[in-house]
């Protein structure tokens, strides 16, 4: 079984910063990409940030020189500053990974999301 757990989120007046974390943990064998989403009241779910294993980042423009990804080992987070109320919302990360099964002799792979952490960027 594999689980992926978010923890950091806080409410944080504008202009703020806070740091995300994410912990991948089960019975995993690599972990390719990472990444961080955010969901809005309302909208969408889009992508703020991803990483992949080699350390190549993506950012969504409205983070670009903001936020920062990093990864280390199971742990992805997100470093983000200079909050704006617009950066409010559900942040959720995710792992490309492979994993192994009982009784089952070859890897698997798939998508996992951890359950999201509430960020809050108010006066």
């Known amino acids: 079984q594999v689980q992926l757990v978010e923890s950091g989120g806080a409410l944080v007046q504008p202009g703020g910063s806070l740091r995300l974390s994410c912990t991948a943990s089960?019975?995993?064998?690599?972990?390719?990409?990472m990444g961080w989403y955010r969901q809005a009241p309302g909208l969408e779910r889009e992508l703020v940030a991803s990483i992949t294993n080699g350390g190549t980042t993506n950012y969504a423009d409205s983070v670009k020189g903001r936020f920062t990804i990093s990864r280390d080992n199971a742990m992805v987070y997100l470093q983000m500053r200079s909050l704006k109320p617009e950066d409010t919302g559900v942040y959720y990360c995710?792992?490309?990974?492979?994993?192994?099964?009982?009784?089952?002799?070859?890897?698997?792979?798939?998508?996992?999301w951890g359950q999201g952490t509430q960020v809050t960027v108010s006066s």
């Open positions: 995710n792992a490309d990974l492979s994993y192994s099964m009982p009784r089952t002799p070859s890897l698997q792979r798939r998508l996992y």
């Open positions: 089960g019975s995993i064998f690599e972990i390719y990409n």
